[in-house]
């Protein structure tokens, strides 16, 4: 995206064209975001009120596996002078990410969340 993501355009652009569908097409499916504004935004917050989310504890990363995705992303990046350029080779490598690392890290999840419990909401190995 262009600019600033802003709690409206979050929902605008993000939420209610493309995860609202997807979870209204799954039921029961608890939907996780991070604590950025605009996931916090109140116009986020009512929209997200009709589906089961996910609370999410401060400073938490260790339960977000998508940045385990973004790392893998990260690491496969090839050197891009312009943006145009970085939009084309991001596009490129989550088109092609291995659809069996992503459903290990959902898997993981239960795990994830076991071990952020356990060191009391502190670092764990994941």
Known sequence: MRGTLTGQRYVDDII???????????????????????HT??????????FQTLPWPARSPDLYPVE??????????P??????????????????LPQDNIRCLINSMPDHVAACIAAGGGPTRY
Do not use: Y
């Open 16 to 38: 209610r064209p493309h995860v609202g569908p997807f979870l209204n097409g799954l039921p029961g499916t608890i939907f996780q975001q991070d604590n950025a504004r605009p």
């Open 41 to 50: 935004a109140r116009v986020a917050q009512d929209f997200l009120r009709h």
């Open 68 to 77: 385990h995705v973004w790392d893998q992303l990260k690491r496969q990046m």
């Open 79 to 96: 050197l891009c002078h312009f943006v145009h350029d970085l939009e084309l080779a991001v596009q490129d490598l989550w088109s092609h």
